[in-house]
């Protein structure tokens, strides 16, 4: 079974602050990671793909990717109300069709 | 846009019933992906499909069954639905890259 953990939340930031989520996974042979916001009552959406290590901006979003460390985190600069939701956590092998999923942390924003 | 569509947003049925659940993606994806999320549990995949008539199970299948006859379409079939299958139910496709995408989902219960 190919594990993907997340930090515990729920996460509760102040607006205008960074919220820093973490994932860690088991398969060294994992090559594609993402990540997905789901707001209360709606579908995982996707907002960030990484597949190389390093960083990458989007935005507000910053990926990062440590493949020695099985690492990979989402930066949320400027934090607002509306990025209140869960995020998850995706991991794909190379050899996979489908993705393995964390369980999510959930990011609360205060106004 | 990617688009991914399911077929109802609610539905409910009664135990027993034969229920299908349909989903059409307009992006050209090999994968398609079943999925339930339920409170506490996350995401999990029931089943995927990586080809036309292409199917295999995923983490959870007992008691479903799926179709997939077209490249963009995927069906799923619960035989004989039950009380403990009432849950969100999520539809996704991915590229080759293992990108996904969602569907709005479906909330199912069966009473």
């Keep these: 079974q190919k594990e993907v953990e997340q930090n515990s939340g729920p996460l509760s930031v102040p607006e205008g602050a960074i919220a820093s989520l973490n994932c860690t996974y088991s398969d060294r042979g994992s090559q594609s990671f993402f990540w997905y916001r789901q707001y209360s009552g709606k579908s995982p959406e996707l907002i960030m793909s990484i597949y190389s290590n390093g960083d990458k901006e989007d935005g507000r979003f910053t990926a990062q990717l440590n493949k020695a460390s099985q690492y990979v985190s989402l930066l949320i600069r400027d934090s607002q109300p509306s990025d209140s939701a869960t995020y998850l956590c995706a991991v794909r092998s190379w050899n996979d069709y489908k993705l393995s999923f964390g369980a999510g942390t959930t990011v609360t924003v205060r106004a | ?111």
């Design chain 2, 1 to 111: 846009d990617v688009k991914v569509t399911q077929s109802s947003r609610y539905l409910v049925k009664r135990t027993g019933e034969k229920v299908f659940l349909e989903c059409v993606q307009d992006m050209d994806h090999e994968n398609m992906f079943w999925y339930r999320q339920d409170p506490g549990l996350g995401l999990r995949l029931i089943y995927f499909s990586y080809d036309v008539k292409m199917k295999e199970k995923g983490d959870i299948p007992e008691g479903y069954s799926v179709s997939r006859e077209k490249k963009e379409r995927f069906s799923l079939i619960l035989e004989s639905a039950s009380t403990n299958q009432t849950s969100m139910y999520l539809c996704a496709s991915s590229d080759r890259q293992g990108m996904g995408y969602f569907g709005p989902g479906t909330r199912l219960t069966v009473t």
